[in-house]
């Protein structure tokens, strides 16, 4: 064979490689592109032409590799545009939900369920034929619920080297403390995680392929100017660390409900097929990893993380206006006289003496039971008023615990409930007939000092919406910032300012937020926790009435119980479920059966996130390199310049150098708040230090000098002298009880470095 001719096929083959690995990068941006700027598939062909205009034009040879057509274009970025794998069919009336192979087979195009809130069957119409070319007709469903199954999901998740890793973190953690730390700081710390059983009677989650699963269902609204709501159902893997476990990247969307409205009272025929596939997995199923390997892979849902509605809606314990309105206990909250039902008010305060009786999961599964053997709606009716439950499709699991697994939902309960609630009766609200606390002579003091306050906090905690702080600004105010003014504006912006019960009452409230928000707690915070909730619940009844304790006053006092089973509140709170209820509401649609697109938008992002292309072979300006390296990060954080390597000209610089680090490995605020040795009480009895911002300069060590200066030597082949200073606007936040609740500096002012270069 003649060595030019292999030599010359070789060379052939490897530019082939290289065209296709630019083909596909420049597929996947474009795909990024359009679903970041909801560019719709009129405009991205658009570009298609353009540059595939551009390529023959100068004759370029990627030509014959490049996509024309929107079909084309997935098929070279690697991607599926996958709808839901068997859609079900929906009953437009009552909700109920059948498998469509079904209804064609069984020629039944009527629904047929007798709801426990009907006496007759339904019969309304599910199917109807649609027209088409050539005088044909097909069955088409009115309503289409569209889920993907967990077990789908995982398949693809278990193909990703890096899910792998991610879900070692428990055995990894439980190596590292054994016996060394007893405080609690992710799920695997919990009392569940390490007493949760498998079906041979050992330790569940011992095994690292055992994984545990957590489940939000919240509703939204798409439109903006229309009422109408879909719901949707995520899920997400427990053994993940927290600081991954909530990003989009694995984080799965198995179900929409459809609109045009919420279930009224419970959700049981969407859960049903969910709850399908988790018995499938309870059992376990053969999975293929990345690497060709095939393990057996089980999971559990060990975790319902809702607000009140949904929770209720999941686990069909009845609402907080009934007689046993708390799904954690057998309190039956006090009505007011001559009142029934959802009218008049209720007081949920519960005294310190009081021994409440919690519920189990034996006697609820019992009161279920009852309530499906009952036969007629009254009697249905009747028991479920006596017990306070329902029967939820969650418990066809054997080992799901209606009562534990369902968490305290902190964000709403603390931040939109208890903070929001006590701020409105101290401000005042529109909507309460009762007198504020703050006296309006003392409103301009209140007003002045939050001002005041306001301008001493760093950028990176936020700012509160504007300085009237009336009932208009309080209704529009998110979770975070109810959280940042219970901790840091509401003890010395209302010290002195309203009655001592009233005060004591928001002080005590300030505490445990602040007990609350720690990424780690001990035996000791937790009993401090549970005293301070307790102290501010008999606080607030004596400040403001037992008819003001609402139905969150009661649910805080069981917060402590999901802390102990899950580990501190941000591992199950609902801020990042809410972000991503955001991303999906935020989808581009045509306004037309929506649901189907919104789940395929989200796994057509799910698909991207996962797509990395190696152009190692790829030389790139840094005028290009550095744009799209930005945009690329806002998908996949930091990790994305390790995985998308683009060689730059040999005209480095400077500014292109990885950020050096501090020679000892500490954070810089950590270093800030060595130096800082003026600290400024802002109020004398307020139990908080609030560091201000300073500038502080920072020159490199002898070490890190020269192995930068070496660097530039190898880069330039030539004697190279360095000088290096960094400058840096460092902000500290407040130091609460110890610990500092803190982000880090300021992102503008992150990394202001300096590189001089001596080349001559």
Not at 72 to 97: D, I, R, T, Y
Not at 111 to 137: D, G, I
Not at 570 to 580: D, G, K, V
Not at 691 to 713: A, G, V
Request: proline share 5%; with cysteine; aromatic share 10%.
């Amino acid at each position: 064979m003649n060595p030019g001719a292999s030599r010359n096929s070789s060379q052939t083959a490897q530019s082939d490689d290289i065209a296709m690995s630019l083909s596909q990068w420049i597929s996947v941006v474009l795909l990024k592109l359009q679903l970041q700027f909801q560019l719709s598939n009129r405009i991205l062909l658009l570009i298609l032409n353009i540059i595939s205009f551009l390529m023959v034009l100068i004759s370029h040879p990627l030509q014959q590799y490049f996509p024309t057509t929107i079909h084309q274009l997935f098929k070279v970025a690697g991607v599926k545009q996958e709808n839901s794998p068997n859609p079900c069919v929906v009953c437009p009336s009552c909700g109920a939900v059948y498998q469509f192979e079904d209804l064609l087979s069984s020629a039944t195009y009527m629904c047929t369920k007798q709801s426990s809130q009907q006496a007759r069957k339904c019969n309304e119409p599910l199917l109807y034929k649609k027209k088409l070319a050539y005088y044909r007709e097909r069955w088409v469903p009115f309503k289409l619920f569209h889920y993907f199954p967990p077990s789908t999901m995982l398949r693809e998740f278990f193909q990703q080297e890096k899910f792998c890793q991610l879900i070692e973190g428990p055995c990894k953690h439980r190596e590292a403390h054994q016996g060394i730390d007893s405080r609690l700081s992710e799920v695997w710390d919990g009392k569940l995680w390490k007493e949760f059983s498998n079906q041979d009677g050992g330790v569940f989650f011992d095994n690292k392929y055992h994984l545990g699963l957590c489940l939000n269902v919240d509703w939204f609204r798409p439109f903006s100017r229309s009422t109408y709501k879909v719901g949707a159902m995520f899920m997400s893997v427990l053994n993940i660390p927290r600081g991954q476990r909530m990003k989009q990247r694995w984080t799965m969307l198995v179900g929409i409900i459809p609109g045009p409205s919420e279930p009224k009272i419970d959700i049981n025929d969407y859960l049903a097929p969910i709850v399908n596939d988790l018995l499938d997995l309870w059992k376990g199923i053969d999975i293929k990893f990345y690497n060709g390997e095939e393990r057996l892979v089980k999971a559990a849902l060990v975790s319902i993380a809702c607000d009140m509605p949904a929770c209720r809606k999941v686990t069909q314990f009845l609402g907080h206006k009934a007689n046993l309105g708390c799904n954690k206990c057998k309190f039956r909250p006090e009505r007011e006289s001559g009142t029934q039902g959802a009218s008049g008010r209720m007081s949920y305060y519960t005294p310190t003496n009081s021994h409440l009786e919690m519920r189990t999961n034996r006697e609820v599964r019992e009161q279920a039971k009852q309530y499906t053997n009952a036969s007629t709606k009254a009697e249905k009716d009747r028991v479920a008023k006596a017990n306070g439950v329902r029967y939820s499709e969650l418990l066809r699991l054997p080992y799901f615990d209606p009562v534990t697994m369902a968490t305290v939902d902190v964000m709403h309960a603390f931040f939109l409930g208890m903070v929001a609630h006590e701020t409105a009766l101290i401000l005042g609200d529109r909507q309460s007939s009762t007198q504020p606390v703050l006296e309006f002579r003392n409103h301009a003091a209140f007003r002045q000092r939050l001002k005041a306050l306001g301008k001493q906090v760093p950028l990176d905690i936020g700012r509160l919406p504007g300085s009237t702080f009336d009932s208009d600004t309080m209704s529009k105010m998110t979770a975070a910032q109810w959280k940042n003014f219970a901790c840091i504006y509401a003890r010395p912006c209302l010290n002195g300012l309203i009655p001592s019960q009233a005060y004591r009452s928001i002080r005590l409230l300030a505490e445990a937020v602040e007990l609350l928000v720690q990424e780690s707690m001990t035996s000791e915070d937790i009993d401090q926790l549970q005293k301070t909730i307790q102290d501010h619940h008999e606080a607030f009844c004596r400040a403001y009435g037992k008819w003001n304790v609402t139905v969150n006053y009661h649910l805080a006092l069981h917060t402590v119980a999901s802390i102990q089973n899950y580990g501190p509140a941000n591992n199950f709170w609902l801020f990042a479920y809410e972000r991503q209820n955001a991303t999906v509401a935020g989808a581009p649609t045509n306004g037309i059966a929506i649901e189907g697109q919104l789940l395929k938008q989200y796994n057509l992002r799910h698909q991207l996130e996962s797509k990395y292309v190696d152009l190692h072979n790829i030389t790139m300006t840094p005028q290009l390199q550095h744009p799209l390296s930005q945009f690329l990060e806002s998908w996949h954080g930091k990790e994305t310049s390790q995985n998308v390597n683009c060689n730059l000209h040999s005209e480095l610089q400077a500014a292109a150098i990885a950020t050096i680090t501090h020679p000892q490995g500490e954070d810089l605020m950590q270093i800030q708040l060595k130096l800082d040795t003026e600290n400024e009480k802002l109020v004398h009895d307020w139990p908080m230090m609030l560091y201000p911002p300073s500038r502080k300069n920072y020159t490199m060590d002898q070490e890190s000098q020269k192995q930068l200066t070496d660097h530039f030597q190898y880069l330039y082949k030539r004697e190279v002298s360095l000088c290096w200073k960094q400058k840096s606007t460092l902000c500290s936040l407040p130091n609460q009880w110890g610990h500092l609740n803190s982000s880090s500096m300021q992102n503008s002012k992150k990394k202001s470095s300096v590189v001089l270069l001596d080349c001559s």
